[in-house]
């Protein structure tokens, strides 16, 4: 029962019964390590990592628990942490492509790129047809400025799976930054359409018509945006940037202040 709580996000139900589940069976490891990803989805981390650590007192032998530790590690900012316990999951199970693959992600948030890339390498030679290491490496690519190259992953995460909402947004970004406007407002639109009014999507194709000169669908996407978010600061700064370019200098100077 905690589980399928667990499965449809209500948190709360999920971690009352996992916790009378181990009240009633200390000793079973699998239970405690389902409250700790109870804990972990609903972003208690503390609390995660005490329940994946006292799996692995029972089970010292099982390479998901570190794994689990070490994501706990990397959402507590603790990276170098995080590296320890996936080198551990690994040496429990070499042929593990999921920890090759949270291992390249703490990588590259430590910034050292060509391990990172390494480890997605490995990931994907294990398992090849996960759009997310694809994607993964097209993100580092990203960091990196190499832009062609995470296109490159970006598609081959969609030739995958062609809904994956993260590797489209990310392919608008990089075809942004490598001035095919058309194919960034088709990547940005296509998202759009998949999930549904979301803030940053809107600002990124409302950027992408600035840059094309077209002001007034630029405001317009800027307009949803704020709907969205009211709170963004960003976004009225680029509003009031288009309402320059319209003359529309109260409007402008409107935006700024706000």
């Not at 590259?108 to 759009?131: P, V, Y």
């Not at 009225?236 to 200098?249: A, D, I």
């Amino acid at each position: 029962m905690g589980n399928c709580y667990r499965t449809i996000g209500d948190y709360k139900k999920s971690i009352e019964n996992l916790t009378k589940a181990v009240e009633r069976e200390k000793d079973n490891a699998s239970a405690h390590n389902n409250l700790g990803l109870a804990y972990f989805e609903d972003s208690n981390f503390e609390h995660a990592l005490d329940e994946f650590n006292q799996a692995i007192k029972i089970d010292p032998n099982s390479a998901p628990y570190e794994n689990n530790v070490a994501l706990t590690f990397y959402h507590l900012g603790e990276l170098r942490t995080a590296i320890e316990h996936l080198d551990k999951a690994l040496e429990l199970d070499p042929n593990d492509a999921r920890s090759y693959y949270n291992k390249g992600n703490t990588l590259m948030a430590l910034g050292e790129f060509e391990e990172a890339h390494s480890n997605f390498d490995t990931a994907i030679s294990l398992d090849s047809k996960n759009c997310k290491f694809f994607h993964a490496k097209g993100l580092a690519y990203q960091e990196e400025s190499r832009y062609e190259e995470a296109i490159e992953n970006f598609e081959k995460a969609l030739s995958i799976q062609s809904d994956h909402t993260p590797s489209i947004y990310h392919l608008g970004v990089m075809f942004k930054k490598t001035h095919r406007n058309q194919e960034a407002l088709q990547s940005f639109t296509t998202v759009l359409q998949i999930m549904g009014e979301d803030c940053l999507v809107y600002e990124s194709r409302g950027l992408v018509y600035q840059d094309m000169g077209d002001h007034h669908q630029a405001v317009r996407d800027f307009d949803s945006a704020v709907k969205k978010d009211e709170n963004y600061s960003e976004v009225y700064f680029y509003r009031g940037n288009s309402k320059v370019e319209l003359h529309q200098f109260e409007d402008a100077i409107e935006d700024y202040n706000k």
